[in-house]
């Protein structure tokens, strides 16, 4: 099956600034799903990828594809301590209908 | 308002007992799925649902059961062959158009499962 790994782990940043969290999967993304969790809840949906070399923004958050489809990053940019959470990047096996989940990153946003 | 509820969201059991989760959507989806989150680590699909009647193991379902007899509702029994089930479980729906996964899911809120 395939495995997607994210990293770091987690990380902590001031508040203002920049950061990154990578998924990278040992197989071709036929599609890849970013989502967000605060502790003890559901899971948010916050953005998809399809196309090799796809990038999608929302406020200020990013998250790009790669041209080879094996590997996503998502980039918050000014961040602020709302951005707080587990940042999970998921994505489904072709014709699968089900997504596999990366570890997850743990995000703390110091003010 | 269209959404899929998790209950109760905190659940206890006793050593040897069967516990069943629900987990309800008013979405119109035709695809449900069970995951199992621990601490620390990522979600792991336990089984899924893609119509009424029919449902499939996905990579943890050992101690676990399902049903799939309504389009709305997808309850998860965890038996008593399931040696470690405090965990956080998590129900996810979506539609399927064309038999494929397009949109994602729509995840339900959480129920944390306890041994006591």
């Known amino acids: 099956s395939q495995e997607l790994e994210q990293s770091p782990q987690s990380l902590i940043v001031q508040e203002g600034k920049n950061l990154t969290i990578n998924c990278t999967s040992s197989?071709?993304?036929?599609?890849l799903y970013w989502y967000k969790q605060k502790y003890g809840e559901g899971l948010i949906f916050l953005m998809m990828?399809?196309?090799?070399?796809e990038e999608k923004s929302h406020e200020k958050i990013t998250a790009k594809l790669d041209e080879k489809k094996q590997q996503s990053s998502l980039h918050i940019t000014a961040s602020q301590p709302s951005h707080a959470g587990i940042y999970l990047c998921?994505?489904?096996?072709?014709?699968?209908?089900?997504?596999?989940f990366g570890g997850g990153t743990r995000v703390l946003v110091k003010p | 308002d269209g959404g899929i509820t998790q209950s109760p969201k905190y659940l206890f059991r006793k050593e040897g007992q069967n516990v069943t989760l629900s987990c309800e959507q008013n979405?119109?989806?035709?695809?449900m799925y069970w995951y199992r989150q621990d601490p620390g680590q990522g979600l792991r699909l336990i089984y899924y649902?893609?119509?009424?009647?029919?449902?499939q193991k996905g990579d943890i379902a050992e101690g676990y059961s399902v049903s799939r007899e309504k389009k709305e509702s997808f309850p998860l029994t965890v038996t008593s062959a399931q040696k470690n089930p405090t965990a956080f479980y998590l129900c996810?729906?979506?539609?399927?158009?064309?038999?494929?996964?397009?949109?994602?899911?729509?995840f339900g809120s959480g129920t944390r499962l306890t041994v006591v």
């Open positions: 649902s893609q119509i009424v009647n029919d449902f």
């Open positions: 998921g994505a489904d096996e072709a014709a699968g209908n089900k997504l596999t």
């Open positions: 979405l119109n989806h035709d695809a």
């Open positions: 996810a729906s979506s539609i399927i158009p064309g038999g494929f996964l397009v949109y994602g899911y729509t």
């Open positions: 197989k071709t993304l036929y599609g």
């Open positions: 990828l399809q196309k090799g070399g």
